[in-house]
């Protein structure tokens, strides 16, 4: 099992990025999908979060620019971030609970980093 990040870059403030973060193996399915982003000298922080019946989850600081979602046939999930802030600017990760077989536990996998710079 494996994630993939996809879509980082660089965009000026007020600008838009969506990411994307494919999960590629075999699976029996994703109860769990997240992003978190770490920016130089800062801990670790969730961004946005989706269960597989939908129910979202968003820090604060992003609430209402950024939309989380997922394409469960697809395996993927986006990301998509609207009016980025300088203070935006960090390393992006997806990271997922997978079951890979029915009545398996899951498991966290964690997809390596895009980086996402907001600057003018």
């Known amino acids: 099992v494996q994630l993939q990040a996809f879509g980082g870059g660089l965009v000026q403030p007020g600008g838009s990025l969506r990411l994307s973060c494919a999960v590629s193996g075999i699976i029996f399915n994703i109860p769990y999908l997240g992003w978190h982003r770490q920016a130089p000298g800062k801990q670790r922080e969730l961004v946005a979060s989706?269960?597989?019946?939908?129910?979202?989850n968003y820090a604060d600081s992003v609430k209402g620019r950024f939309t989380v979602s997922r394409d469960n046939a697809k395996k993927t999930v986006y990301l998509q971030m609207n009016s980025l802030k300088p203070e935006d600017t960090a390393v992006y990760s997806c990271?997922?609970?997978?079951?890979?077989?029915?009545?398996?536990?899951?498991?966290?996998?964690w997809g390596q980093g895009t980086q996402v710079t907001v600057s003018s």
């Open positions: 989706v269960t597989s019946t939908g129910i979202t």
């Open positions: 990271n997922a609970d997978i079951r890979v077989r029915a009545g398996w536990p899951t498991r966290n996998y």
